[in-house]
């Protein structure tokens, strides 16, 4: 299974960011998969955003879950995140990972707990 971001690389602060994930070699709806949002601000560990599940059960971190949207498309593989009302503290390196039951809400993720994980987008907020 290999994951894929993509996404604008940069957006200007108070504006919506959109990032994509796009799954291959395996399905979203695979029973028991967990398929998460993180990101890695410059200097900083990583951060556990949201995650949607193979039936489509969503998780949010509660300091983002009142700007953060996770949906998928199922006929396209894919899910995405929407970060509304972006600021510069929301600068990082922003990664897709799926995992199983034990990674849907993770509060200080690590590389280990996941099955996959792209190889990351760049995302920068201008203010």
């Known amino acids: 299974v290999q994951l894929q971001e993509s996404g604008p690389g940069t957006v200007k602060s108070s504006e919506t960011l959109s990032l994509t994930c796009t799954i291959s070699g395996g399905s979203i709806i695979t029973a028991n998969n967990y398929w998460s949002w993180i990101r890695q601000p410059p200097g900083k560990g990583l951060e556990w955003m949201a995650a949607i599940g193979y039936s489509g059960d969503t998780y949010y971190s509660p300091s983002l879950k009142s700007r953060a949207t996770i949906f998928r498309d199922t006929s396209k593989n894919q899910f995405t995140l929407q970060l509304r009302s972006v600021t510069p503290e929301d600068t990082a390196v922003y990664y897709c990972?799926?995992?199983?039951?034990?990674?849907?809400?993770?509060?200080?993720?690590?590389?280990?707990?996941?099955?996959?994980w792209g190889q990351g987008t760049q995302v920068t907020v201008s203010s």
């Open positions: 990972a799926g995992g199983g039951p034990n990674s849907k809400v993770v509060a200080t993720p690590s590389r280990r707990q996941y099955d996959y």
